[in-house]
């Protein structure tokens, strides 16, 4: 591979230190160059006179020339320039005009060279794959070759797509993070006896939250799915059980609109199967959920029934008919399409994103099944799907359904905890939501990887809840050392990573560094104490 130029532009002179020592060994074996440039002016310079530029990073507020007009003057030049903008986190407005000014994505500080590194391969890769095209249309001159063309033009397409996807998800995750405070405050603050008025302020920003949630992870959901990032479990779920959640979900909205509400299981239907509980709840969620806001009277249902069982697979067929607006002839096979409405009135007059029916196909084709529809415009719909689940076993069916014990929790009072978050409102959403569930546990607390390892070397803790992206030491870095560098028992410390990527890739990360399990951000409370009471009362601990 050819030696790539980086310019880092950044009025930060420490910036460049940090840099060279951290990508030293990569400069040292000739496969990467970086240079520096205070400010947009000099960038400009050093991009005419030295060779072409493979990957740009560069600061928003610089004297003399700043990173926005930087953009500008990238857009009006000639030859392949992208340009990364490193933002102070949450400066949304910022990264915002960066993008429409032609940034190709964007880092927040404090920079986490993780994440510049992979947003740095990124680059160049794009880089490379639009020369290689300008390469081959100059090379090819007038005897154009179609089919080299053609998958030259196949690859630019697929890579902007995962650029896009992996954008997306940036973005998502970067919306999570704040999301879990507002949503974890707000319900520390609902469980605080709040006056009446108060309450219903709370209510409604509980209500908004939750909604924008669901967009957030509708879209995140999507990119996950399109870069084949999701991850499915296979595990025991009982039919029955995802029916009733749906029952109980759905049945006081449909009530609400005085909808007769039928949710059923046909007798044959085995009880338990192997597959995602999650996703097939979100599949009958979304589907039901639509036909309560496509119908104004009559009634909606939710059926499952056995269309066919062979060996040990069977293959169950879930019908959502409802007596509602119904979808015209010309639109039916367009809905599943992504950001598909049926009607141009249809978000002013209910809301969406046109995403919902996307994802579960997506999700019921992951599952090797197969989703339609029928309707009749002005009549009702038909949403049906078919999944193949393998039918569990006695064994299997041992392991279905962790409860809290709440007499479990009782065990845990008295043990210590180290909370390692550099938000401080994080810290206080995860440390409220342990005291709320166990009294008598000992939270500490640590802003990065560094001070916990710090703390940890002086005195000895059950357990540690670890934020992964942090400033000065990250949370692999900090769980690597504590495994590394310290002895038993310190060493053996069980490790909760608490992250806002719901990425298979950063789980892989997370169990790679020795951390012992994960949770993600906007948490559930019960999944957090949970995942403590696994860890806390499963595994051998070194005492305190
Ligand atoms: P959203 O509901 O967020 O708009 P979906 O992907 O869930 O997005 O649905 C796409 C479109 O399909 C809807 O906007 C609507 O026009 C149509 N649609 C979905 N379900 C129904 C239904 N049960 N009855 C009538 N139209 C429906």
Known sequence: MSKKRILVVDDEPDLELLIRQKFRSDIRKGLLEFDFAGNGMEALEKIEQGGPVDAIFTDINMPMMDGLTLLS????????????????????????????????????????????????EKTIREVEVIREGIEAREKLGKTIHEKEIAEVERRQALESKKHEQQFLANMSHEIRTP????????????????????????????????????????????????AGKISMETIPLSIREVMNLVDVALRVKSEEKGLEFKVTVEEKVPDTVLGDPVRLNQVLVNLAGNAIKFTSEGMVTVSCTLESEKDDTCRLRFDVTDTGIGIPEDKVNSVFEKFTQASGDTTRKFGGTGLGLTISKQLVEHHGGTISVTSKYGEGSVFSFVIPYPVATEADKNDLSEKIDPDSLGALSGKKILLVDDNPFNRVVAADTIHAYVKGVQIDEATNGREALDMIIKEPYNLVIMDVQMPEMDGFEATRRIRADLDAPKSQTPVLAMTASVMQEEVDKCLDAGMNAFITKPFNPDDLIRQISKLLLGDPLPDS
């Open 73 to 120: 003057k990238l857009r009006e030049r000639k030859g392949v320039h992208k340009a990364v903008v490193v933002s102070a986190y949450g400066d949304m407005e910022n990264i915002r005009s960066a993008m429409n000014k032609g940034a190709f994505d964007f880092i927040t500080k404090p920079i986490d060279f993780n994440d510049l590194q992979a947003t740095m």
């Open 179 to 226: 999301m879990n405070v507002v949503i974890g405050m707000t319900n520390l603050l609902l469980k605080n006896n709040p006056e009446e008025n108060q309450l219903k302020y709370l209510r409604a920003i509980k209500d908004s939250s939750d909604n924008l949630l669901v967009i957030i992870n509708d879209i995140l959901d999507l990119s996950k799915i399109e």
